[in-house]
T-cell receptor, first 116, second 114 residues
């Protein structure tokens, strides 16, 4: 079964508007972490935001915020005031802890297109 | 902090040849990870090191793949007898156990096997 599901292969947003990228996850662990990364066409993965499973408040980093709904197992990324430079692939990822270490699993990604 | 670096950035090789990639993590990071990413997919975990110890290997890492981190600093990923299916982006990332475990990625090595 997929551990990280990103149901939107592509999204369009008008410049200066907000956009929400969906991510749902599946785990039986109590301790885990959720990440969002941006991958522009250059290929480098750029860390955006992190949410720990025990964090009670939604994480925010500048124009990025993570809408964490633990009971629904969702961790949606909200980008406010979209800019043309936000056009890229966005990946949701989950760190699963287990005895002896941990593993990070990525979703298939959502391609965001920002229109001028 | 110079970030994670990878070398080479691009590699074209013929099927059957061996290739080796290098990753230099952020200097104070004790954990290092290798991922493979094919077109249109998210990165797939291959292996990770804590200091010089290789603690986890994915089933994706066939016996043609080997990774080392001999002194707990840089790491190498070698692919022997390359196949066309090995064509992908190979990403390296590093993290610190004291830094919230956020992984910071390098620019990747794009491999094309002809």
């Amino acid at each position: 079964a997929q551990k990280i599901t990103q149901t939107q292969p592509g999204m369009f947003v008008q410049e200066k508007e907000a956009v929400t990228l969906d991510c749902t996850y599946d785990t039986s662990d109590q301790s885990y972490g959720l990440f969002w990364y941006k991958q522009p066409s250059s290929g480098e993965m750029i860390f955006l935001i992190y949410q720990g499973s025990y964090d009670e408040q939604n994480a925010t980093e500048g124009r990025y915020s993570l809408n964490f709904q633990k009971a629904r197992k969702s961790a949606n990324l909200v980008i406010s005031a979209s800019q043309l430079g936000d056009s890229a692939m966005y990946f949701c990822a989950m760190r699963e802890d287990y005895t002896g270490g941990f593993k990070t699993i990525f979703g298939a990604g959502t391609r965001l297109f920002v229109k001028a | 902090d110079t970030g994670v670096s990878q070398d080479p950035r691009h590699k074209i090789t013929k099927r059957g040849q061996n290739v080796t990639f290098r990753c230099d993590p952020i200097s104070e990071h004790n954990r290092l990870y290798w991922y493979r990413q094919t077109l249109g997919q998210g990165p797939e975990f291959l292996t990770y090191f804590q200091n010089e110890a290789q603690l986890e290997k994915s089933r994706l890492l066939s016996d043609r793949f080997s990774a080392e981190r001999p002194k707990g600093s840089f790491s190498t990923l070698e692919i022997q007898r390359t196949e066309q299916g090995d064509s992908a982006m190979y990403l390296c990332a590093s993290s610190s156990t004291e830094g919230g475990e956020t992984q910071y990625f390098g620019p990747g090595t794009r491999l094309l096997v002809l």
